[in-house]
């Protein structure tokens, strides 16, 4: 299916997207003039070399941070133009972040950092413990973990209370830049585990990564080079020992000259 076929199934949309940076009187353009769409449901993956400008993307995409110009519509609202705290409201009611690092409120349970997320955007109380509750399961978090600190977890845990935290509002887009980028594999393999069944569950999710195992997770993956989207390839949904999905992934790669 083409991404311009069906409008509706458009998620988020980038026209003539530019990033600069400006460094003294030099200027490095990361994004240049990049134009895509994100399907609802799908599990994009971005891939490309260091320094890429994969996060750069991800970032401007999410309305993290604002582009140079260009345009970015998201879920029919077109952000570019807001402010910072207009910004900073649409992301906590429509994005959830997940990153190599997990930024989890260390004086605070595991359960009261998802439902600090959960009651800053608002909605009854026993509802949010219940999306909360339910998260934890899907995440293979036992009831013992709930009242830890996160000084008192693994990283691996750590992290998949990190994506509870931010999945609680049920965004439009769960954006992931590395997420298994700090983790061994044992772990890597539970947190991309919970992506794909987040995923199953229609979440949409835009996850950026160098690993192929992990970009193996994805429906769609989208190669960055020189600015723009260099290549691009459907995977469609996942299935565990795809030797075929697999198969096709690599040549993409070996086209990409990864
Ligand atoms: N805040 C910033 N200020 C200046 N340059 C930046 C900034 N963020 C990223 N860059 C530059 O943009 C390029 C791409 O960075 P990044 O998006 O982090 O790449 P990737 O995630 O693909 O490794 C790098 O050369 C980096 O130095
Ligand atoms: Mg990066």
């Known amino acids: 299916m083409k991404n311009t076929e069906n409008k509706n199934n458009v998620v988020l949309s980038a026209r003539h997207l530019k990033k ?60 570019t133009s807001y402010n910072a705290d207009k910004l900073a409201v649409f992301r906590r009611k429509h994005c959830g972040f997940v990153f190599q690092q997990i930024y989890l409120l260390d004086k605070m349970s595991l359960m009261d950092n998802a439902l600090t997320a959960g009651l800053l955007v608002g909605g009854k109380k026993k509802e949010i413990v219940r999306r909360a509750e339910a998260l ?26 990190g994506i509870v935290r931010a999945v609680i509002n049920r965004p439009e887009v769960l954006f992931a830049d590395e997420p298994t980028g700090a983790l061994n594999s044992n772990n890597s393999d539970a947190v991309l585990d919970v992506f794909t069944e987040l995923n199953r569950d229609g979440q949409s999710i835009i996850m950026v990564t160098h690993d192929k195992k992990s970009a193996l997770r994805g429906s769609r993956i989208i190669y960055l080079r020189d600015g723009k989207i260099f290549g691009e390839c459907e995977l469609g949904e996942y299935t565990p020992d795809n030797a075929e999905r697999t198969e096709m992934l690599n040549a993409f790669l070996a086209e990409m000259n990864w």
Not at 63 to 79: A, V
């Open 20 to 79: 600069s940076f400006r460094g003294g009187d030099m200027e490095q353009t990361i994004i240049n003039d990049l134009d895509v769409d994100i399907r609802k449901g799908d599990f994009t993956v971005i891939m490309g070399s260091s320094g890429a400008g994969k996060s750069t993307l991800m970032y401007a995409l999410s309305g993290m941070d604002k582009p140079t110009s260009g345009s970015i519509t998201f879920c029919g609202e077109e952000i």
């Open 136 to 161: 934890f399961e899907k995440v293979n978090l036992p009831e013992v973990t709930w009242r830890k600190l996160p000084s008192q977890i693994s990283g691996g845990e750590a992290q998949r209370a």
